[in-house]
């Protein structure tokens, strides 16, 4: 027995040394990854990367940030860590459909959902970092949610296929999470 423990309690010791913990490289409320040190380079240090994300999935729950936007922010930090300078980094947010809702500024979430936007401090760190965001104009209106207050880092776009088309003929890649 005393032998199990041993073993187990060495086990335990090893895993842990090992165990990888995430980073963050530039956004740190969100988009946690793992540094790949055995990695083939592929990004383009002097490349301009020019990015759309879709933004279209609900919350898994009302108090847990969204997962399309943690993505969008570890599309960001991946990146940042592959060694792609900031301001080669272009980035253009996209909420439409079930993922509407996670537009509205604390005061609004929480009269909707009985607590602040956990997702307020990654849009508005995302927001400082340079990624433009956008509301489906037509999303707002099927949802009823024109007249609420909207984070201040969220433009009203006629719509998000009209976003999707004009920047991607502009040359963005679209990004779906």
């Keep these: 027995m005393k032998n199990l423990i041993i073993l187990s309690l060495l086990y335990l010791s090893l895993t842990s040394t090992f165990a990888q913990k995430k980073i963050y490289p530039l956004i740190k409320s969100g988009g946690g990854m793992f540094e790949v040190p055995e990695a083939t380079p592929i990004v383009g240090k002097k490349m301009k990367y020019k990015l759309i994300v879709d933004l279209s999935k609900a919350s898994d729950k009302p108090d847990s940030v969204n997962s ?22 272009d980035v253009v947010g ?33 927001g400082k970092n340079g990624v433009r965001f956008f509301v489906c104009g037509q999303s707002l209106r099927a949802r009823k949610l024109v007249d609420e207050k909207r984070n201040e880092n969220i433009k009203v776009a006629q719509s998000a296929l009209i976003t999707f088309s004009t920047y991607q003929n502009k040359g963005y890649s679209l990004i779906l999470p």
Excluded at 68 to 89: F, S
Excluded at 94 to 100: D, E, N, P, Q, R
Excluded at 103 to 112: G, M, S, T, V
């Design 68 to 89: 399309a936007l943690d993505k969008l922010a570890r599309l960001v930090n991946a990146h940042i860590e592959a060694g792609v300078p900031k301001e080669n980094i």
């Design 94 to 126: 996209v909420f439409h459909f079930l993922g509407t809702p996670i537009i509205l500024e604390d005061e609004a979430y929480k009269k909707k959902f009985g607590m602040a936007n956990p997702n307020t401090a990654l849009i508005n760190e995302l």
